[in-house]
């Protein structure tokens, strides 16, 4: 489908019968110039590479399984996508999902110059033979942020640090014979609640792991949370 003003819902895709029963293989690309890109089939682009772009944004409902991905605008995904060639990502990307969510550009780079922030619970994975990607931000609900890059891993500021009530979650880095270059890390734990009769606890921070052949991080802020104070007068 070419570029068009209006939004492309999934059911105006061509059926899988004009491709001879698939698209695997094939250069697809899903653009709308005026609208939104909605994709809740995703068997209806397994194993393409996929270019999707929306002007209010793209949704993802589901596992998208591709060759390769450009995500060219700001996209939604409520699950997770295994490519086997480059993963591509121009805007921010929500990842919606309940549960553990990965971004696996297989034995291409994954990419990425637009923020990467899952919305809920549940552990975070990238992986490439190369990962380079801005920011990246965990449910902050004590899940772990798992980046893997056989050939080298290059982030902006990493945040798995835990919101209120939660710890911080672990964040572990392999850039197996590559270098790792990162911004910064943090997985501070929330500092306890304020309350009327004793102070509360903070909690901890989450651990961090880091392997390269050379590493090089700007900061890293592991610390668990403060204990509250004790809330006085009226």
């Keep these: 489908i070419g570029a068009t003003s209006a939004g ?12 001879g029963g698939s698209v695997a293989g094939m250069d697809y690309a899903l653009r709308s ?10 068997s209806a ?3 393409s590479n996929l270019t999707l772009a929306g002007d209010t944004g793209v949704d993802i409902n589901g596992n998208l399984d591709v060759a390769g991905l450009d995500l060219e605008t700001a996209a939604n995904l409520s699950g997770s996508v295994a490519s086997s060639g480059d993963v591509t990502i121009r805007g921010p ?16 780079v994954l990419g990425a110059t637009g923020a990467i ?14 990962v380079s990607v801005s920011a990246v931000t965990t449910g902050r609900t004590g899940d772990s942020l798992s980046i893997t ?4 891993v290059t982030t902006g500021a990493l945040n798995a640090s835990g919101a209120l009530g939660m710890d911080g979650g672990d964040v572990s880095i392999d850039g197996g014979t590559g270098s790792v270059v990162v911004a910064s890390i943090t997985t501070r734990g929330a500092s306890g609640p304020v309350s009327t009769t004793a102070p509360t606890d903070g909690h901890d921070g989450g651990n ?13 802020d592991s610390r668990g949370g403060d204990a509250s104070a004790i809330a006085t007068g009226t």
């Design 117 to 130: 922030s899952k919305q809920g619970a549940g552990a975070l994975t990238l992986s490439g033979r190369q």
């Design 149 to 152: 890059g056989s050939e080298g």
């Design 45 to 47: 682009v397994a194993g």
């Design 93 to 108: 990307l929500s990842l919606d999902g309940t549960g553990a969510q990965s971004l696996s550009a297989g034995a291409g």
């Design 33 to 42: 110039k005026g609208a939104s890109v909605r994709i809740d089939d995703t």
């Design 208 to 220: 961090v792991a880091v392997s390269g052949a050379t590493i090089a991080i700007g900061s890293v």
């Design 8 to 19: 492309v819902p999934n059911t105006a895709f061509p059926s899988l019968a004009v491709f």
